[in-house]
């Protein structure tokens, strides 16, 4: 907030943090523990006019920065499931991509890119109408029990420019280098 003057923080609630085995379908967001710590949060910095948060109840959101709708989502209720050896997760990430496209249609909930966490690895797929980032903690005993490929902790910055969309992907690299 002391570089950009402005910072907007969007927290959309995962599958790690809820307190049931299967997420429900109605008023999921207030039953984890993600939504409670975004709460917390957003009202530590309630006087700070410079940051505002968002979040949603429904555990996604469309965020519309210059001329590109952002769908920000955790990634884990894209009805979708599957992936192999040789593809790893990008097949059905396209497909749900595809069916979170169709579903924002419907309800005039449009967008441009999707913007998952979830699955582990980052792909940048802006033309594609994808961005997925990689993960939080880096390499976890459940990454290793489900096989994944080691990767370090980082999430993806871009900038959005009013003609061309999502420019710019660095990854940000979130241990230390030492």
Known sequence: ADVF???TVVCVPGNHGR???RPPGK???????????????KD??????DITFHIPAEGDMIL??????????HGHELGVKGGD??????????RGRQKAGRMGASLGRDFDILVLGHFHNMLWLPGNGL?????????SDYA??????????????WFTHPKFGAINPIEVFLEDVH
């Open 5 to 7: 003057e402005r910072l």
């Open 27 to 41: 008023m999921g967001a207030y039953q984890a523990m993600d939504w409670l710590v975004y709460s917390l949060l």
């Open 44 to 49: 530590q910095f309630a006087d700070d006019d």
């Open 131 to 139: 961005i997925v980032n990689n993960c939080l903690i880096g390499y």
């Open 85 to 94: 050896d040789i593809i790893g997760s990008i097949g059905p990430i396209m």
């Open 64 to 73: 519309p920065v210059l001329n590109t709708r952002y769908m920000i989502a």
């Open 19 to 21: 307190l049931m085995k």
């Open 144 to 157: 290793r029990a489900q096989k994944y490929v080691a990767t370090p902790p980082s999430q993806l910055l």
